[in-house]
């Protein structure tokens, strides 16, 4: 485990276990049932170039259906492996190792996913101010579990959900009346949250500049606008006290040139919301070699 990379606590991916072995095993494996119930070994397999995620939850399977199992991590969270490495060795009961198999890489697979994707992306603006933010476009059940995966592939955490930011976009300044009077409002009825707004237009965005705020987003802003955004905020009296961000439909290939003209952050829902997982299997017996 990368010691900087800090999981979900542990009831919290318990509980993601349990939900997903209560859908797979229900009553029980018929097929593990013909197997002898004896001592074996087991190995994972990663069978593409892939950042490495997903271990805690791997862990927790097995061990709910074995916990004498012992699981021997060749590579650590957040590690950019190549195809064809062992990623871990299992020691345990040939029935658990069975059963758990498919739960376990259920969970690797897409959260290799999103740290894979998202360490991509991260490549993509290297070297420059900008830093790659998910969204709350996540699977159902599995928030925590794919913003711990982001963070595994260099991203970072937007927020985590309604109740730890106040995010102000075009229909609460449309019902406030104002950028200002939204601002207001929203300072007033929760002082101690952070404070994301959303301007359309450059004049809204010197709006949220006057009257302070955590972060400002700018969406669908074309190139040229964007950068005079950049400008305005960078120069004084505002002196990029607060950050930019650009969001929406941000394609991989647009990102470096978005980076280069000088913004804070780029969110990017496809990081959780378009999984494609990673190829891995578990086979039973000694890695090869």
């Excluded at 997903?54 to 061990?63: E, K, L, M």
């Excluded at 101010?129 to 998910?134: A, K, N, P, S, V």
């Amino acid at each position: 485990m990368n010691a900087s990379l800090s999981p979900p606590p542990q009831e919290t991916i318990e509980a993601d276990v349990a939900r997903a072995l209560a859908e797979d095993l229900g009553d029980g494996d018929a097929t593990a049932a013909l197997l002898p119930d004896v001592p074996e070994t087991a190995y994972l397999l990663c069978k593409e170039d892939a950042v490495v995620c997903g271990g805690p939850w791997f862990d927790a399977v097995h061990r709910r259906l074995d916990p004498d199992v012992r699981i021997d991590w060749q590579a650590h969270e957040g590690e950019q492996v190549a195809a064809g490495s062992v990623l871990a060795i299992l020691s345990g009961r040939s029935r658990a190792l069975v059963s758990a198999e498919r739960t376990a890489l259920n969970f690797m697979q897409t959260l290799s996913g999103t740290a894979t994707a998202t360490a991509a992306h991260v490549r993509a603006v290297s070297g420059t101010r900008t830093r790659i933010l998910d969204t709350r476009k996540t699977l159902p059940g599995l928030r925590l579990a794919q913003k711990y995966a982001v963070r595994a592939g260099g991203g970072e955490n937007h927020r985590i959900g309604l109740y730890d930011a106040v995010m102000l976009k075009e229909n609460h300044v449309r019902v406030a009346g104002s950028v200002t009077a939204a601002i207001a409002a929203a300072r007033a009825h929760a002082p101690n949250l952070p404070l994301i707004v959303e301007v359309e237009t450059l004049d809204q965005l010197r709006e949220a500049l006057d009257a302070g705020c955590t972060r400002i987003l700018i969406d669908d802003f074309d190139a040229a606008t964007r950068r005079e955004a950049v400008r305005i905020a960078q120069a004084p009296p505002y002196a990029g006290r607060i950050p930019l961000e650009v969001s929406g439909s941000v394609q991989l290939d647009a990102l470096r040139a978005i980076a280069e003209d000088g913004v804070d952050c780029i969110s990017i829902g496809a990081l959780t919301k378009h999984v494609r997982a990673v190829d891995l299997s578990m086979k039973l017996g000694p890695p090869p070699g």
